[in-house]
T-cell receptor
Framework: TQLLEQSPQFLSIQEGENLTVYCNSS?????LQWYRQEPGEGPVLLVT?????EVKKLKRLTFQFGDARKDSSLHITAAQPGDTGLYLC??????????FGKGITLSVRP | NAGVTQTPKFQVLKTGQSMTLQCAQD?????MSWYRQDPGMGLRLIHY???????DQGEVPNGYNVSRSTTEDFPLRLLSAAPSQTSVYFC????????????FGAGTRLSVL
């Protein structure tokens, strides 16, 4: 069974601060996705990374896939209240199934 | 742009009742899946389908049945609801699963009393 551990589980920061959160596994994944979910809604894809060492930027969000394709990080620069939500990572495995981590609840205070 | 549509949005059942959660997508995606989301547990895969007529079990399939008679629809059946099935259920579709973008519905919030 492939497992994804996300850390920290909860994070509350002030607007304007920087933060980094993590998604780690002992298993190799063919791809890794990050989703953001807001209350009462379904998750929405932010990014997909497929190559070890890959870095992708989405405005103030920077995503990195580990060289061994076992882990990923998400860095947010100058966090805004609109960044508040649940961040989920998901690893692509056999039979095209996705394994989700438990999520990171981020709260950005104005 | 309908995307993935789930009905109903909310449902309350008594223990032992049966019901079907509906999921429809209009993107001609082959891959569809059902997840449940519980506090502190993330999203857990219940059942998935890689195309019409093909279904398979995910991580937590017990107590749930699915069928895929058309590309568009992927209903989830609870045969005899139990309080442990109280959860938020999400349906998702994608072109291929895995690396493909998963498009999620807005969820069905189910309470079993």
């Amino acid at each position: 069974t492939q497992l994804l551990e996300q850390s920290p589980q909860f994070l509350s920061i002030q607007e304007g601060e920087n933060l980094t959160v993590y998604c780690n596994s002992s298993s190799v994944f063919s791809s890794l996705q990050w989703y953001r979910q807001e209350p009462g809604e379904g998750p929405v894809l932010l990014v997909t990374v497929v190559t070890g060492g890959e870095v992708k930027k989405l405005k103030r969000l920077t995503f990195q896939f580990g060289d061994a394709r076992k882990d990923s990080s998400l860095h947010i620069t100058a966090a805004q209240p609109g960044d508040t939500g649940l961040y989920l990572c998901a690893g692509g495995g056999p039979n095209s199934k996705l394994t989700f981590g438990k999520g990171i609840t981020l709260s950005v205070r104005p | 742009n309908a995307g993935v549509t789930q009905t109903p949005k909310f449902q309350v059942l008594k223990t032992g009742q049966s019901m079907t959660l509906q999921c429809a997508q209009d993107m001609n995606h082959e891959y569809m899946s059902w997840y449940r989301q519980d506090p502190g547990m993330g999203l857990r895969l219940i059942h998935y389908s890689v195309g019409a007529g093909i279904t398979d079990q995910g991580e937590v399939p017990n107590g749930y049945n699915v069928s895929r008679s058309t590309t568009e629809d992927f209903p989830l059946r609870l045969l005899s609801a139990a309080p442990s099935q109280t959860s938020v259920y999400f349906c998702a579709s994608s072109q291929q699963g895995g690396k493909s973008i998963q498009y999620f519905g807005a969820g069905t919030r189910l309470s079993v009393l």
